[in-house]
């Protein structure tokens, strides 16, 4: 089955009254960029507010610790939700009174009113809304929960019935090991198991005579056992004796010849006079041999060097040329986009060195990367943008069909709505 996409929905009109410096206001806006502006501390910041208090519900709510007007009892902040070419396809309103932190209704065109309105709205405002690291900051027992709440009928077991069953294998073994440490000392307070032992008992009577018996034979070969000892040690005495003169005899002999051998293998005198000589040279000629090493070494040392050099700029390159292929293959927001080691980079310079209206390209860019069904955005401070940036913004919030509001310092009256004293003026 073929899934549709839904078309892009936007705020096609505004009503707040008496919300924060806001009297009453409505707008209907017109383009992509809606710009708020008048002169300070009149709304114009009280109008974006009113966007995010209605949208974002909760986590404005925080942000927000007096919403109604000073001197009000209540506020309103409606917004008629709908496509670019003006239909209406829900609208939203949150209400305050001094006794609640705000009430969200949402209905359709038909004014069918929906039961979980800011479930409804977060599921159109995309994933990129949501807190990605909500679930790192958890505990690991909230971690579990969220998990299995997530995973629900796929997980494919009850986990509470499966913890119950677990504690109860997990008690029969606890009781179980302490019979097997109770049995383990009972045990080894027996000696060893001997194979020799006889499985029955034995008669004290015939034991008694058969160690009579063993005890005679015994003492007969204990008595021959000591006259033959007697004997072979005196045969092993002369034999001794006999052994140490022949050694002695042999060895003499032996020395005798080599003795001789070597008088006469040493030949006639020599005149050391030339190696005298060589003396006063030998100085000069191991210097030469240990420049000469240490030369080698240096040389080896420098070859390997440059083979490692090479190495590490053969793989600097497979990097670069990795990095590089990874980034013409990723579908980036911006051409030129990049990243190094040090952080983001545009046309390969650091993105803080970039200009202000690429700055400006980049950081929309990426805020417009997603694909959400209501596609809004705020700006507050827009008088920082200059025209070039002003023009990037109007140009990607019109390729990506956004609608960006932003207000900014501005008493022309010209361009937009203006804001003055919590009212739009001509």
């Keep these: 089955m073929t899934t549709t996409t839904p078309a892009p929905l936007r705020i096609i009109g505004l009503n707040v009254e008496n919300y924060k410096r806001l009297t009453a206001v409505e707008i209907r806006p017109d383009g992509d960029v809606v710009l708020i502006g008048g002169r300070n501390a009149q709304g ?20 927000t610790v007096q919403p109604i007007r ?109 019979e097997v440490k109770r049995l383990e000392g009972q045990l080894a307070s027996y000696p060893a198991a ?6 029955e008992e034995v008669s004290a009577a015939e034991l008694v005579a058969k160690v009579d018996a063993v005890s005679r034979q015994n003492r ?24 140490a003169a022949q050694n002695a005899l042999t060895a003499a002999t032996a020395r005798a010849s080599e003795t001789v051998a070597a008088a006469r293998a040493l030949g006639e005198r020599e005149d050391a006079q030339g190696y005298l000589d060589q003396l006063g040279e030998i100085d000069h000629i ?7 090493r240490d ?11 440059k083979q490692e050099q090479a190495q590490h700029t053969l793989k600097l390159e497979e990097i670069d040329r990795q990095k590089a292929d990874g980034i013409a293959a990723a579908k980036l927001p911006v051409p030129g986009l990049g990243f190094d080691a040090d952080g983001v980079t545009l046309n ?23 694909d959400p069904t209501i596609r809004v955005m705020r700006i507050d401070g827009g ?27 501005d008493e022309s009256r010209s361009v937009g709505f203006t804001i003055e004293d919590g009212t739009v003026v001509a």
Excluded: C
């Design 44 to 63: 114009k910041t009280s109008v974006l507010d009113a966007i995010y208090a209605v949208l974002k519900g909760g986590a404005a709510a925080r942000e």
């Design 70 to 178: 000073d001197g009000q009892d209540t506020a309103i902040a409606r917004l008629d939700i709908g496509d670019e070419h003006g239909n209406t396809v829900y609208v939203a309103t949150r209400r305050w009174t001094k006794d609640d932190a705000g009430t969200l209704t949402v209905e359709s065109a038909d004014h069918a009113r929906f039961s979980s309105p800011q479930k409804l709205l977060d599921g159109m405002l995309g994933a990129i809304t949501l807190d990605p690291l909500a679930f790192t900051r958890m505990d690991a027992k909230a971690q579990l929960r969220t998990l299995i709440d997530a995973l629900g009928d796929s997980l494919g077991f009850d986990p509470a019935q499966l913890d119950k069953e677990r504690k109860g294998v997990y008690d029969r073994r606890t009781e179980v090991g302490r």
């Design 194 to 199: 001997d194979p020799t032992v006889p499985a």
């Design 220 to 243: 007969a070969i204990d008595a021959a056992i000591e006259t033959a000892r007697q004997a072979r040690a005196d045969q092993q005495r002369a034999a001794d004796a006999l052994a």
């Design 286 to 292: 191991n210097e030469q041999v240990r420049q000469q």
């Design 295 to 305: 030369r080698a070494a240096v040389a080896a040392e420098l070859s390997d060097r």
């Design 348 to 370: 390969g310079i650091p993105f803080s060195q970039a200009s202000t209206a690429e700055q400006v390209r980049v950081s929309t860019a990426l805020a417009m990367a997603g």
């Design 383 to 409: 008088e920082s943008l200059d025209s070039e940036s002003l023009a990037i913004v109007e140009q990607l919030a019109a390729e990506k069909s956004y609608q960006v509001w932003i207000s900014r310092v």
